[in-house]
């Protein structure tokens, strides 16, 4: 099974350069099976120098997009393909 790391995988997506910014800040943040257990906007703020309400729209339009899904207990899950 070929296993891609979340920051890989974030690296192949056809977004504009905030929101692929936002999704690399995600990544760096997820485990190996793409789940983001602590996100506070206001880290991803620190370490993407973007304002909360733009990290938050960002957020959103990656759901939208089915990239990123919340998972339980205000977790977010990186929607990673695994290929076998």
Known sequence: MSVQTPTSWA??????????????ALA??????????????WVLSEKTGL?????????RLLGD???????????YRLMIRRSA
């Open 51 to 59: 304002h909360q309400t733009t990290i938050g729209k960002r957020i």
């Open 11 to 24: 690296w192949e997506h056809k977004v504009d350069p905030i929101t692929l910014l936002v999704l690399l």
């Open 28 to 41: 760096d943040m997820a485990d190996d099976l793409g789940i983001i257990w602590d996100a506070p906007y």
């Open 65 to 75: 997009i089915g990239s990123l899904q919340h998972a339980s207990g205000g977790a």
